[in-house]
């Protein structure tokens, strides 16, 4: 028994330092100067968009850590939810903005706008819309566990990058040494999360089975 109190406060202590550094972004940007003065919709378009980055950090550590840091059930759990508030805050980023100014957001949906950081908005958000898609009709579309996995990881690791990119090219609200910071750490999550789902658990469970 005293084992497991000690795993469970093992897991908070992680799971708090996890919650810190998703926080950090979010609140440096919500106490930016830039946010004076600005419109509504600006901030909350932008807002989301800090919040739908943070996210993308925490996502993959509800599958890729388990059963280290959460349960099987519950990391896949919520995953899941966290899947639905991506989608929601990134639809939230997207539709406050085309509302703050729809003639720049429809120039970056048509990929003709002149600033580079919209072309990886772009990209990301198809990533998001397509993966979003294929999770909904994945028993339709009869996607065993290994193909859906692999194509899981391949567009998580597209969305990341390249919203990675798009928010290091914006000179925005985000404070810049915890908007990198945040960049790398979802970059460095999802990565391990790709390596771990795909080649390193399948490794250890055929070695498990091979000596059994």
């Not at 830039?34 to 509800?62: C, D, H, K, N, Y």
């Amino acid at each position: 028994m005293a084992r497991g109190r000690a795993e469970g406060s093992g897991r908070l202590g992680v799971w708090l330092i996890v919650a810190a550094i998703a926080a950090v972004p979010v609140i440096a940007a919500a106490l930016s100067p830039l946010q004076r003065g600005r419109e509504t919709l600006w901030i909350i378009g932008g807002m989301a968009g800090v919040v739908a980055l943070s996210l993308l950090f925490v996502q993959p550590l509800f599958t890729a850590t388990a059963p280290v840091l959460t349960a099987a059930r519950e990391g896949i759990r919520w995953h899941r939810w966290g899947g639905v508030a991506i989608i929601a805050m990134v639809a939230l980023h997207v539709g406050a903005l085309y509302a703050y100014s729809p003639e720049d957001v429809m120039d970056a949906l048509l990929l003709v706008a002149p600033t580079p950081f919209s072309l990886y908005g772009v990209i990301g958000l198809w990533c998001v819309i397509l993966t979003g898609v294929l999770a909904a009709a994945r028993r339709r579309l009869r996607l065993g566990h290994r193909r859906w996995r692999i194509s899981h990881s391949v567009l998580a690791v597209a969305i990341v990058s390249a919203t990675a990119v798009h928010a290091v090219l914006i000179e925005g609200a985000m404070e810049e040494i915890s908007k990198l910071a945040i960049c790398l750490a979802a970059l460095a999550t999802t990565s391990f999360g790709a390596v771990e789902i795909n080649i390193l658990g399948p490794l250890r469970r055929r070695r498990a089975l091979q000596g059994a």
